[in-house]
């Protein structure tokens, strides 16, 4: 299994073996016990998610704050996605910066994000089905977005008009955030 480090401290994306023959394939999205190796994290997920996005959907930037707060082992199984997420550990050198992971089907790559980050990813193909772990329950009251386009963050999501819930075209701006991590 391979991994990268993203520069923040924290993030990981890894690729799984794939084992590939006249059937078909083969790999294991998740081992504890390899993740653990890679992390140095032994996490307890409790909830796994799935989406599914038209090209050009855009989701984010998500988060929860604590005691909710959620890590999220996240993969993309049809289709792929532009994946960013964006420090918000007050005490961290990389806080207010972000990592894009390009995370595809094809690729079969997983990325790591843990609590403390605000998540959230463009669709670049119709169908995209997005699918996550989460360490903690969904908790709505606890549930916060930080306005994807924030000029601020300066991400470049490649995309200037993205479809988007009225949640995420009004989240609040990165200067206004006061962050409990």
Partial sequence: MAANNLGITGLLVYTPKKFSDYRGSFSESFNL???TELSGLSPQFVQDNESISKKNVLRGLHFQIPPHAQG???????????????????GSATYGK??????????????????????GFLSLT?????QYKC???YHQASEKSIVWNDSALNIDWRI?????SPKDAEGVKFVDFISPF
């Fill in 160 to 164: 200037t008009a993205p479809v988007l």
């Fill in 135 to 137: 360490t903690n329950y």
């Fill in 33 to 35: 016990k390899l993740f």
């Fill in 72 to 90: 999220k082992l996240v993969r993309v199984v049809a289709g792929s996605a532009l994946d960013v997420a964006v420090d918000l550990r007050m």
């Fill in 98 to 119: 972000h990592a894009k992971v390009l995370l595809s089907a094809s690729e079969g790559n997983v990325f790591w994000i843990p609590p403390g980050f605000a998540h």
């Fill in 126 to 130: 119709d169908e995209t089905i997005f």
